[in-house]
């Protein structure tokens, strides 16, 4: 079995910070692309920053130059940097990663729980 477990949500001010990790736990085989994505009420999942297994990154255009994705693989984890946070940012926030369990011969999209950010102004 795999699975992600996300943490570091939480509430701050506008204009703070907060560090939000993932880390993926089970049978892995390989992981290749992982990725946060938010939901906040009434609208739909929105990707904001993927990195591959070799550190590509790109950003969604409403998170560029505030949030930074990053990756430790020895720990099978993803984190997302959040500064200058807005009040437009609260949501619930979900990692994904495509992993190729042990046992398959292919990956699967895997999702966290999600993790709730509020923002206060």
């Known amino acids: 079995q795999v699975q992600l477990v996300e943490s570091g949500g939480g509430l701050v001010q506008a204009g703070g910070s907060l560090r939000l990790s993932c880390a993926a736990s089970g049978s892995i085989g390989n992981i290749n692309a992982m990725g946060w994505y938010r939901q906040a009420p009434g609208q739909l999942r929105e990707l904001l920053a993927r990195i591959t297994s070799g550190g590509t990154t790109n950003y969604a255009d409403s998170v560029k130059g505030r949030f930074t994705i990053s990756r430790d693989n020895a720990k099978n984890t993803v984190y997302l940097q959040m500064n200058s946070l807005k009040p437009e940012d609260a949501a619930v926030y979900y990692c994904?990663?495509?992993?190729?369990?042990?046992?398959?011969?292919?990956?699967?999209?895997?999702w966290g729980q999600g993790t709730q950010v509020i923002v206060s102004s």
């Open positions: 994904n990663a495509d992993i190729r369990p042990r046992w398959a011969a292919r990956s699967s999209t895997y």
